[in-house]
């Protein structure tokens, strides 16, 4: 016999699982678009106030297959960093817009490799950022990032320092 206990455990761990699945199917929508959230999520992948484009943190999914872009954490940097690339393309920017950024990495050890990958990304044009470690990620990745962009006609209005 059921408990009224254990079938609300069993509830809630099918719940958690469809939020899994819910996320991956809302990063692996097609790259000529970015991918649309699950109506279920409580937030939207990209917001654009003004002159400013707030990205939602992002993972290594590749939308081609749906999985993560490999086991490493520099393959999985290069493919967050174009699932948020391609969030801003459809908001009307680019990586070299980008003003902020916040990485998630779920082991600091990985630092330097993450960061190798991320300067091979952003090129000249780098961000502000602050990098925390945290204990765990949504399907297993090694990272999320992410990013507050300008629309790309402001990008003559930023100043690097």
Same mark, same amino acid.
């Given at each position: 016999?059921? =408990? ?12 958690? $699982?469809? $939020? ?6 809302? !990063? ?16 939207? !992948? =990209? ?19 749906? @999985? ?7 393959? !999985? =940097?290069?493919? $967050? ?18 003003? @902020? ?18 300067? @091979? ?11 925390? #470690? ?15 962009? $300008? ?5 003559? #209005?930023?100043?690097?320092?």
């Amino acid at each position: 016999m059921i =408990t009224a206990k254990f079938r609300s455990a069993l509830l809630l761990a099918a719940v958690a $699982v469809l $939020v899994c699945f819910s996320l991956l199917a809302a !990063q692996s929508a097609s790259k000529k678009k970015a991918p649309l959230p699950s109506s279920d999520l409580p937030f939207s !992948q =990209t917001v654009t106030a003004g002159d400013f484009i707030f990205v939602s943190g992002q993972i290594g999914i590749d939308p081609a297959t749906g @999985k993560l872009a490999g086991a490493d954490i520099a393959s !999985q =940097t290069r493919q $967050v960093l174009a699932n948020i690339e391609r969030h801003l393309k459809a908001a009307g920017s680019d990586l070299g817009a980008v003003v @902020k950024t916040t990485v998630f990495l779920k082991n600091l050890a990985d630092y330097g490799a993450m960061n190798e990958a991320y300067k @091979k990304m952003f090129g000249s044009s780098r961000p502000a950022r602050a990098t925390v #470690e945290v204990s765990d990620l949504v399907a297993g990745a090694l990272l999320e990032i992410d990013a507050i962009a $300008v629309k790309s006609g402001q990008k003559s #209005e930023l100043e690097r320092k």
